[in-house]
Every structure is written in C-alpha cells, then in structure tokens.
C-alpha cells in the first residue's frame, strides 16, 4: 500500500487545522506538512467572524486572505434601547480557508475526501488502507458536544439571503435581543454582505441542543418580513450546536482524546471561549505559537499544547462562572436581561471580553450592578454545583 511521507501531518482539516496549516507555511516553509480532511473541501461550510480586537499580534497577514467581508463597527438592539459600537468585525468563510490552505501547500499535501482510521504517534492509516508516516501529528478533527462538561447550547441556524431590493442594513447586528423569546435567550444575528445579500442567523442559549430547522427558517423569514426585506432566493444555510461551558472534568475531557505524543488543537484540546462556544481568537493564537516552536517532533509538540490547553481551561474560569449564573441561577426568560446590561458596558471591556482577556477591573465591573436574579441565588449558583445539563452529543470525528 502507498506511503506518504512527512514532517507534520494535520488531522482535520477544519478551522483549527487550516489556520495551523497556513501558519506552519508562511513561517516554516522547511518543513513537510500534510492535511488530512475527510470532507471534500476544507472547513465545511461555514462562516466565521471575529472582531478585528481578536486578532493575537502578527496575525493579520495570515488571515487577511480568508475574510470574505469587513465592517468598520456593528450594533446590538435590546428592548431597553440600541447600541453602536466601533469595534470592526470581520468575516471568513470555509470556501476561502480552503482556497488558501490549497495555494499555501503543495496539491499532493492537501489530502481531501480522507477519513483518518488509525492514528499512533508517528504514522495514521486512512480509510483507503494509505499510510501517513510523520514527524508529528496534530489532532486537530474537531468535537461534536464537550464529554465530561456541563452547561448549556448556543443553537442556531442562519441563511444567506438575496433580497428583492436593497436591504438597506448598513453594519452587522451581532446580537438582535428585541425578538420574540422563546427556548431560552434568543437573538437574531444579522451580516449585511452586500447590498442586496444578507445573513440571517437565528441563535437561541438554550438549556438543550435540539434544533427545528423548520420552525428556524420560519422564523428568519418573520424576521425579514418584519424588516421590509423581500427575500428573493435563499443562496445559504448553515447551522451549529455549541457547547457554552459552565464547569467540566478538564483531565477526564483530554483522557478521552488524547494519544501519547499526539498534539490535540481546535476544540478537542478544549480551546474554545466558554461562554461563546467560539474558537477562532484560540485557534489563531495557537497556531502562529506552534509555528514558533523550535522543536516539532510529536513529543514536544504533544507536551507544548497540552500545558496550553491546560493554561487555557484555567484561564476560562471567569467565564464558566459567568454560564453557571446564565444558565442556572436565571430562568431562561431572563437570559436576555444580562445580555442587555453586558452590552451597556465599555467597548474596550466588550472587545477584550470576546477576545477572552478581561482584565480583573472588568470582571468586577461584568458583575458589578443589580443582577436578574436574588443576590443570594447568584452567590449560591458560583459557589454550588447547580444542575446543569451534559455537554455530550455523539462524537463523529472518528
Ligand atoms: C455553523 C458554525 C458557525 C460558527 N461560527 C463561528 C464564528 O463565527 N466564530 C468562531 O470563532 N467560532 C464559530 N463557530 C464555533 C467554532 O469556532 C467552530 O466550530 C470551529 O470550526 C471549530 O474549529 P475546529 O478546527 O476545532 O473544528 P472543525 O472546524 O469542526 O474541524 C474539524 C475537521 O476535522 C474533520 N474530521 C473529523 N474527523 C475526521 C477524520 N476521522 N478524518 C479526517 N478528518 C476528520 C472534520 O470534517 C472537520 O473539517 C461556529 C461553529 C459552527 C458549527
């Protein structure tokens, strides 16, 4: 059977993999590097966003050919008013992700449509009885549902639309809470990428994963009904699961995904914000840091992003309180309160707090003020182990 040689072969070639495969390229380009997706494209289909706060020092060359479309700030409407905020914020879409990894790598480097059988340290056997031999190996194949965590979803589905006239809509609206609210905290979520083309995303911080797209897309239409948009095709959808974190068994978690001397990266080495469920601030960090290592052998690579992840689980507690007290000490028809208030807070916190790094004065200040729910409950729900539900779907990345 055929042999593929190489200095370092990437497991999952999704957002984590991708940007790991483009910063090994732009900065390593010694080294072999091979991606193994099972899909046919790289990244799937999806649209990823971050404010332009979210990108690590050095990144913006990196990602500047994966951004589909820029805005120069955005706005949040809650029922207590609307706000504007000049942070930019950005969009990348999987179709450019695997444009980019396909130009930065060599074709017979880039192996789609392959699905990773067997994995041991130094070698992987896909699917069709092929061999990886490798230096190193990143398991980067993404999780479906956190094992061994508990807290609550972030659900939505969104649809490209192509509106009859111009829609009109100037900056994104990252969190629509005037909506009608049903199943928890919804909010509508809305990027305008051209003038007669706009997203429309129903999101939902729900207590389950469960996800009726019918009644979704019902109620995107609503929505573009109610805004005055006349919705001429639908050219889109996309829709996720993720887990928002409010505690977890970090070492029972990697015991169940790690492999000796395999690097995990993305969301299977736990590198997602708890409370967002997003991963691409985590993920970009991460690989312009692996790219840096001297030392790239499986074992050193393994030991470097296990004391990471480690760092980052550690560093995520602030906001796995903050989803104990969303999800256990306020009822769901109540989410959208501390929503509203987070959104009247300063930009720079607001920025800082997407990108995961709020500063001590900022906790204090995201907890200062009267919250939704009895002082008492509150401290009862950090302090307690409050029910919260499994984080677990059926994990399909094997
Ligand atoms: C619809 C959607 C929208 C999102 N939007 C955002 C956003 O705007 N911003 C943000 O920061 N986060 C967003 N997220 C959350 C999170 O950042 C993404 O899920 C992100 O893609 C996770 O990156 P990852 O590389 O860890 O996993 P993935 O991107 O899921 O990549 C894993 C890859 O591994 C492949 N794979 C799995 N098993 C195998 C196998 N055995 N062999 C070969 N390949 C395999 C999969 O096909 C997949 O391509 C979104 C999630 C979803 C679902």
Redesign the pocket.
């Known amino acids: 059977m055929d042999e593929v040689g190489t200095d370092i072969a990437i497991?999952?070639?999704?957002?984590?993999?991708?940007l790991i495969a483009l910063a090994l390229a732009q900065l390593r380009p010694e080294l072999r590097v091979t991606v193994?997706?099972?899909?046919d494209r790289?990244?799937?289909n999806?649209?990823?966003?971050?404010f332009a706060t979210d990108l690590p020092e050095g990144a913006a060359a990196l990602v500047e050919p994966l951004i589909a479309a820029r805005w120069g700030d955005y706005e949040v409407r809650f029922p207590a008013g609307r706000r504007h905020l000049r942070t930019q914020y950005h969009?990348m879409t999987s179709a450019r992700l695997d444009a980019a990894v396909r130009s930065a790598l060599p074709a017979e480097a880039v192996l789609s449509g392959?699905?990773?059988?067997e994995i041991a340290s130094n070698h992987v056997t896909l699917h069709d009885g092929r061999t990886i031999r490798a230096g190193a190996i990143i398991d980067?194949?993404?999780?479906s549902g956190l094992p061994h965590m508990a807290g609550g979803w972030q659900k939505?589905l969104?649809q490209l639309v192509r509106t009859a006239k111009p829609h009109g809509l100037e900056r994104p609206i990252v969190m629509d809470g005037t909506v009608a609210q049903h199943d928890g905290f919804r909010f509508v979520y809305c990027l305008p990428f051209s003038a007669n083309e706009v997203f429309v995303e129903d999101t939902y911080y729900a207590d389950g994963p469960e996800v009726d797209a019918a009644l979704l897309r019902s109620r995107i239409n609503e929505y573009c009904v109610a805004a005055g948009w006349q919705v001429a095709e639908v050219l889109n959808e996309?829709?996720?699961?993720?887990p928002v974190v409010g505690r977890g068994d970090w070492a029972a978690f990697r015991a169940g995904h790690e492999r000796p001397d395999i690097a995990l990266?993305?969301?299977?080495a736990g590198?997602?914000h708890p409370l967002?469920?997003?991963?691409?601030?985590s993920?970009l960090a991460f690989a312009l840091d692996l790219a840096k290592q001297s030392d790239v052998s499986g074992s050193a690579l393994a030991a470097w992003s296990k004391a990471r992840a480690a760092r980052h689980w550690r560093k995520g507690s602030f906001y796995r309180m903050l989803t104990k007290m969303l999800f256990a000490a306020t009822t769901p028809d109540m989410r959208y309160y501390v929503l509203q208030r987070f959104y009247r807070l300063d930009c720079a916190l607001i920025e800082r707090f997407y990108a995961g790094e709020s500063s001590l004065s900022d906790r204090l200040l995201i907890l200062s003020g009267k919250p939704p729910v009895p002082f008492f409950r509150a401290v009862a729900t950090v302090l307690g182990r409050p029910s919260l539900n499994a984080l677990t779907l059926p994990d399909?990345?094997?």
């Open positions: 497991l999952g070639g999704g957002l984590a993999g991708g193994v997706e099972r899909g790289l990244g799937g999806h649209v990823w966003s971050f969009s392959c699905q990773c059988v980067a194949r993404g999780t939505f969104g996309e829709s996720g699961v993720l990266a993305g969301v299977r590198l997602l967002t469920g997003y991963s691409f601030p993920a399909r990345s094997a």
